[in-house]
C-alpha cells in the first residue's frame, strides 16, 4: 500500500503527499495489542475521498438555493398581500383629492382602522375650515359689491374715473377668486357640458350686439374636479375674452385625457403675437388699450388653473385668431341616476 504522508501520527485525518508527489488524505492511528502498540495507517488520493463529498454536496446546495428562491418568493407574496390595505387605502385618500369620493372606507384591518377613522376626521375638519373661508370670501365680495356699484353710478359722467373703479372692481374679483379657489374643496365635482353650456348662452346674450356665433361641443361624460364657480370664472374669462376679440365666431370644445380634461377656446380674431402670449396673462396686462376689459380675464384664467393642479396655454388657432387651452383635473362622471 502506499505509504503515510511523514509527519501523521495523530488520530485525526491530515492532507499531504507522498514521496510521489501524490495528494492525499490520510489518517494514522495506533491502538494497544497483546504484543503492544500497533500504528494502523490509511492513506488515499485526495480526489477519491472528495468525490462522494462532492456528489452529496452539489445536489444539496442546489437544493438550499431553491429554497432560498421559494423563500424569497414566499416573502415577497406575503409583503404584496400585507401592503394591499395601504394601496387600497391610498387610492381612496387620492380619490379624495380628486373629487371622486367623500370619505374613505373604515372597514379595513383591524390594524387600519384606527388610521382610516383619523382620515375620516381630518377630512371632515378641513371641509368645516374650507367651507368658513369660502363664507368669509363670499361675505367680503357681498360687502364690496355694493359701494363699488355705487361709486361706479356716481363717477358714470367721468370716464377716466369710471374706468379706474371699473379696474378695482376687476382686481377685487381676481384676488377674491383666488382667495376662493385656495379655500376651496377638493371633493367638488361639476359636469363640464351643463356648465360650458349655460356658460355660452349667457355671454352670447351679453355681447348680442357683436354678432359672434358661440358654438360648443362637450361629451356629456365629461366633470371636472372643481367647484362649479370656479369653473364659471376659468371658462368664462375664456369665452368672454374670445367673443370680444372674435370676428364672427367662437368655438369651445373638450376631450379627456388621462386624469385631466382639456378645454379649448377658440376664435376668429386676430390673435396673439407669440412674444406677447406670456405677458398676456399677466394680471392687469391689455395689450389692446381700445378694449374694454381690464386684463384680468387671461390671469384669472391662468391662475385658477394653477390653483386647481393645470395650466393654460396660448396657442394660434387654425385658420387666424387664438386658440386658448386650459388644463383642468378630471373627475369620475357625475351618476345622474342617484
Excluded: C, W, Y
Excluded at 354678432?211 to 362649479?228: E, F, H, N, R
Amino acid at each position: 500500500s502506499t505509504p503515510p504522508p511523514g509527519g501523521v501520527d495523530q488520530p485525526h485525518p491530515a492532507d499531504g503527499r507522498t514521496e510521489q508527489g501524490v495528494r492525499v488524505h490520510a489518517r494514522q492511528i495506533t491502538v494497544p495489542s497483546s504484543r503492544g502498540p500497533v500504528t494502523i495507517s490509511a492513506a488515499a488520493p485526495r480526489a477519491v475521498v472528495a468525490r462522494p463529498i462532492r456528489a452529496a454536496l452539489l445536489p444539496l446546495l442546489a437544493m438550499l438555493a431553491g429554497l432560498g428562491v421559494l423563500l424569497a418568493a414566499a416573502s415577497l407574496i406575503q409583503l404584496r398581500l400585507g401592503l394591499r390595505p395601504l394601496h387600497r387605502l391610498r387610492d381612496e385618500v387620492a380619490a379624495i383629492r380628486t373629487g371622486e369620493r367623500a370619505r374613505v372606507d373604515e372597514d379595513q384591518p383591524a390594524e387600519l382602522q384606527p388610521l382610516a377613522a383619523e382620515l375620516n376626521a381630518l377630512a371632515a375638519d378641513s371641509e368645516r375650515a374650507l367651507a368658513t373661508a369660502r363664507a368669509s370670501a363670499a361675505n367680503l365680495a357681498h360687502a364690496l359689491k355694493t359701494p363699488v356699484a355705487t361709486l361706479a353710478l356716481d363717477l358714470a359722467g367721468d370716464p377716466p374715473r369710471a374706468a379706474q373703479v371699473a379696474r378695482i372692481d376687476e382686481t377685487i374679483r381676481h384676488h377674491l377668486a383666488r382667495a376662493r379657489v385656495q379655500a376651496g374643496t377638493v371633493r367638488a365635482v361639476t359636469a363640464l357640458a351643463s356648465a360650458i353650456g349655460d356658460l355660452t348662452a349667457a355671454i352670447a346674450r351679453l355681447h348680442a350686439d357683436r354678432g359672434v356665433t358661440l358654438t360648443a361641443d362637450i361629451p356629456g361624460d365629461l366633470s371636472v374636479a372643481m367647484d362649479a364657480q370656479d369653473l364659471d370664472e376659468v371658462a368664462g374669462n375664456l369665452i368672454d375674452n374670445a367673443t370680444r376679440h372674435a370676428h364672427t365666431a367662437v368655438r369651445v370644445h373638450a376631450r379627456a385625457e388621462d386624469r385631466q380634461i382639456r378645454l379649448t377656446v377658440t376664435d376668429d380674431g386676430p390673435g396673439i403675437a407669440e412674444a406677447d402670449r406670456i405677458r398676456a396673462t399677466e394680471a392687469g396686462t391689455r395689450l389692446d388699450e381700445r378694449g374694454d376689459g381690464h386684463g384680468f380675464g387671461l390671469a384669472i384664467a391662468r391662475e385658477l388653473a394653477e390653483l386647481h393642479g393645470g395650466r393654460l396655454i396660448l396657442d394660434q388657432a387654425q385658420g387666424g385668431g387664438l386658440s386658448a387651452t386650459v388644463l383642468l383635473p378630471r373627475a369620475a362622471p357625475i351618476d345622474r341616476r342617484a
